[in-house]
């Protein structure tokens, strides 16, 4: 990017004209150039008005955040909430609740409940709809209010306990002391009190920090602890709203499935839009009253209106995070190119950042893109400045609480999992944000990735160990044959590991240390053996790329060697590897904000004008998400997106081509079948009733051709899941492409297919 562009008024005008140019260029349709956004006319809903109140401009109250934990709070709304909370404490003080509300642009209105109230009217649907889903995805009032106090709880404790750790603990007189019992004969027998001490008085730098850590974290838990009231508030009138509207009580929400839920709002907002022919019966809502809800039907008659509102920002982060723009190393700083910028840019904390620089300021009240905002690169430059400014000055406190939040969680896991933990392995940031969908909702991804998690362990599982395992089972063997010993010590006298030392250490202390060597090289030894495959790789690979829809291409035919290995343990590192990863992410993030992102200011802001749809009654929707074919025909994860959202909603009809696309997998299942019995009547062609055992053997050649292997097994068959048909679909297409023969096309092997 040139950065003239960014000096000067003329400069920039220039800079304007060139963004226009190519903006219209990238519009399919030839209207005026001055159009900010490209509006959908086929959309059916263009000529239909709301039905209920949605607030002007951006005026409006903000979203509530979806979020896959309740206790996470969206950190992008922490001052503005602050300040509103403030405005409507002031408000409340000055005025009664029978006062009429000021002007809609007043921030001092009354709070408005994002359930219908009893006339069903809805104040913003967004807000309604993302509702809704946290009260289903939390499953109910006593769950949300239970995480909610107890994360309050635990991280009040987890701040106080560090904070006096480190800031009134006398560290050096405990050592001083102990040092002077090793030395003389007189037992050093002070009681812990002298050397605990928290006064203000004292001005080195270690207590002034801790001291300004403990009161930051203690102000926002604060207004945690204020904000959980209206968190409760808000959740009861959903709570009755599912209860009376929807008939479901917290009980059946345990089980209920999301399909059920729209069905049943889908009834409220009748109008014929949603039929229950088709549903079993006890899935047909008890709809015993006349009630219904003041949305128009056409602004909500299908699981695609719901997904398009409740993801509409969570859909523009995935395609920024799947965008070529944010995987550059000029992002990182000259003597940090060494450094993976995909996890430093994909991390939480970057994360947080790129909701507050720019998915929380491009869209406005109506949910249409802010033409302020959205045009001008110096708003967004300054505030990434701003960002990186304030990053810069909080990265020690944050690194503080990060890594005494970890030294606690990982004492409670290694308790809880002694002999696995240190090589318990999750997903990445960057992984997760490379699995996700479009319109993709937090608990579709959750369970698409509990199962992956047992078929990644095993594809790792089956590379050998090689010299670290036959190192680890030596250290193994060691550290258990002392703690045996240590233990046969203690049942012989108890005190004897206490009082016996060795090399002036009590024998507990080796006895802690053996633990610890025993429970650390017990993961990396394995019962296999060590320099040798264990198991068919490519499957292993297939398996596991049917949950988390990721296979490159460059990893076909190649899962078995170590550089597929590699790039794999890449997305699915140790849980050490990956808070390395964060703390990494924190120190960067300063950097990246104040220098890197306001370079690429112009390349974001065209990407989101080129890639946004503005449909009618609506607002701006990221155009992937609209599985847009005719734009996006290409575009891998969008046809993964919608086969995936497709298999969730099986009931919903989605764009003709996307159908088209649906059928011709369904085609090419029954020609695999069909190839799979002439394979079994060629093997065995004969008129002949054949025995078992020959029936036995057809059964599983028509399994193996149809990529399964004999046994079953504990995991489910590739052949089973949408995704496996879609990139075997996506490969005979590109077989097409080079002109090769349907036999040469047939004669690959399954196992090689991916995506």
Known sequence: MDESLLGHDGHARHAADDDDELWNELKDDHRAAQAPLLHHDRDPHAHHHHHHHQPVGGNAAPMPSLRAHVHLPAISNLFRNVADSAKRSVSRGGATESSPPSSSGSPWQPRVSHAPDQYGRVANLDAFLISLYNYFYHKGFTSIAVVEIVALVTGLFSVTLSSFLMGCVQWKKIIECNH???????????????????????NNLATVLTSFYFVMFLGYWVFRALQLIGTLRDTHDMSTFYRERLHIDERHLQTVKWDEVVNRV???????????????????????????L????????????????????????????????????????????????????????????????????????????????????????????????????????????????????????????????????????????????????????????ARSYPLAERYVAMFPGGMAAVIAGGV????????????????????????????????????????IAFAVSRTFTTTS??????????????????????????????????????????????KALLFAQECLSVMMAPYILCVSLP????????????????????????????????????????????????????QWVGAEEGEHLMQRLGQLKEEEMEKSMRLGDTMYGSQMAMSMSQQLLQSQAIHTALGGRFGGGAFMAPQDNEFYWLEKLQQQGRLGELGLDESKADSISISSLGG
């Not at 896991?413 to 960057?430: F, I, K, L, P």
Request: with cysteine; charged share 20%; hydrophobic share 40%.
């Open 266 to 292: 889908l009834d409220l907002v009748g109008g014929g839009v949603h039929n229950n022919n088709n549903l079993p019966k006890n899935m047909i809502p008890k709809q015993i009253s006349s009630y219904r």
């Open 599 to 650: 370079r690429c200011a112009r390349e974001i802001l065209l990407f989101v004008r080129s890639h946004s749809l503005l449909l009618p009654n609506v607002g701006a929707v990221c155009r992937f998400a609209e599985f847009d074919f005719k734009e996006y025909g290409n575009d891998m994860k969008m046809e993964r997106s919608f086969v995936n959202f497709k298999q969730n909603h099986p």
């Open 294 to 449: 003041q949305i128009d039907p056409k602004l909500l008659a299908t699981p695609h209106d719901f997904a398009r509102r409740i993801m509409r920002r969570e859909n523009y982060l995935i395609a920024f995070m799947n965008h070529s723009l944010f995987h550059g190393t000029n992002l990182l700083p000259p003597g940090m190119q060494f450094a993976s910028t995909s996890h430093v840019m994909f991390s939480r904390n970057m994360e947080c950042n790129i909701n507050i620089c720019l998915i929380d300021q491009m869209l406005d009240g109506d949910n249409n893109l802010s033409h302020a905002f959205i045009h001008d690169t110096k708003i967004l430059q300054k505030r990434f400045l701003i960002a990186g400014v304030i990053n810069f000055v909080l990265t020690p406190f944050i690194l503080l609480y990060r890594v005494s939040h970890f030294f606690f969680v990982s004492a409670m896991e290694w308790h809880m999992n002694r002999v696995h933990y240190a090589g318990t392995r999750r997903w990445s940031s960057y992984a997760l944000w490379k699995f996700r969908e479009y319109n993709e909702l937090p608990h579709v991804l959750d369970a698409r990735m």
């Open 476 to 515: 193994s063997f060691c550290a258990s044959s002392l703690m045996a010993v240590f233990v046969g010590i203690s049942l012989l006298d108890e005190s004897l590991l206490l009082e016996t030392t060795l090399y002036g250490r009590p024998l507990v202390w080796y006895l802690t240390l053996t633990t």
């Open 529 to 574: 053996s060590p320099f040798l495959i264990n198991g068919d790789t490519e499957e292993a690979m297939i398996q596991v790329a049917a949950e988390t829809h990721y296979f490159p291409k460059e990893w076909r035919a190649q899962c078995h060697t170590n550089d597929v290995h590699d790039a794999f343990l890449s997305l699915f590192p140790y």
């Open 180 to 202: 002077s019992k090793a030395s003389s004969d007189k037992p050093c027998d002070a009681d812990l009190a002298q050397f605990v001490t928290c006064r203000a008085d004292d």
